[in-house]
């Protein structure tokens, strides 16, 4: 998974454009963040046709606060540019969860 430390607008245009994209924000800081990792590979390996690429909330505060991304960690899912969806909210998330979700918008 690539990994963003610092994410202003322009590069999120650049980094979204295209093909499908699905952006995990998180931080180092993140207990929830942390117990989520060790799914992510597996979630990749299922969803081989998305690039997953994982944002620091630390470095991209003002792009959360444009986006309503209000808590970690949180997933929005870009297809050539557009935002087709998004799991945000404040709660820890399991892999069934991502996973189910993912699904739900292909």
Known sequence: MEQ???????????????????????????PDCRF?????????QDFADSKFV??????????????DILGIPSFVVYQDGQEVGRLVNKERKTKDQVEDFLRSID
């Open 4 to 30: 963003i430390k610092q994410l202003d607008e322009a590069k999120l245009t650049e980094l979204t454009g295209k093909g499908r994209v699905v952006l995990e924000f998180s931080a180092d800081w993140c």
């Open 36 to 44: 989520l990792e060790q799914f992510m590979p597996a979630i990749e």
């Open 54 to 67: 994982q944002v620091d909330l630390d470095g991209a505060v003002e792009v959360a606060k444009n986006h």
